[in-house]
């Protein structure tokens, strides 16, 4: 079985890595020696969680260990980050969303630190779209913002929850744009978009992957993207920047951390891994499925993006006075 193990990750070019073992003489064992846990810390269906299994398949060949994706959603994200933070077996993985980086400054106690953690790399970017019902007369973003100000604190915008990367992005629009917007959080993006396709709101911040077949079917129009780039599904679409909102960027990115747990000559091998899997067109057709675009980048990277996202959000929800629900 061994042998086995050590052919696949040569193939794979993932050296075996002798774990830090007692004083007692024992033989030196390879990582993994047994299968991975990777932690998703949203509920089942959502696009991070698509994304945990479609990189678990290959992940697994190439580390000749069972890959096992473990849905512990609550508060955020905060639930499944904080059980992830108490593994100490050196066998667990965690995926993250923007929201790992909004949530320091939304919640006053979390049960980690960033401290508890170690980058493994980025993932993907699953765009966000500003749409409005197809009934709204509203085609362009400066439409949008003249009828809010000709009606201050009269449109809505549905979010998938406070401290989502939905809401962030209407929060940031009205904060730049100089509007009075109310807005209307759901339990998920699932109810917000039924009640926003009915009408039953003005605009939505939605992702491609939820907005996408509304926009195809004439239901809802979309206006522009939220990213800094425009993207590949609607590549005429314009960003808010260039829509007339100067400064606006929301990209909401997804990335893979471990428990400090993860031995250190285990941790560039898997980020490279992870680095050669986004890169796999195979991956990378799958992804586009789902609206999640690959990102580039490697452990150090991805510590900076946390960083300057970290300090981005918080002083963001600071000044706008944003709490969890």
Known sequence: MIRRRALLALAAGIPLVPLALPAVAQPSRPWPERPLRLIVPFPPGGAID????ILAGPMAEALGQPVVVENRAGAGGTTGTGVAAQANDGHTLLMVSIAHAVNAALYPRLPYAETDFVPVGPVAVVPNILVVPASRPWRRVGDLAAEARRRPGALTY????SGTSIHLAGALFADLA??????VPYR???PAVTDLVAGRVDMMFDSVTSAGPHIASGRLAALAVTTSRRIAAFPDLPTMAEAGVPGFAVDPWF???APRALPEPARAPLSALLGRLLGDAAVAERFARIGAEPME???????HLLAEETAKWGAFIRRAGIQPE
């Open 158 to 161: 549905a979010s998938a929850g």
């Open 255 to 257: 990335a893979m951390l």
């Open 297 to 303: 980048g490697d452990a150090v990277s991805l510590a």
């Open 178 to 183: 100089g509007l009075a917007l109310e807005h």
């Open 50 to 53: 698509a994304m945990a299994r």
């Open 188 to 190: 998920g993006s699932g």
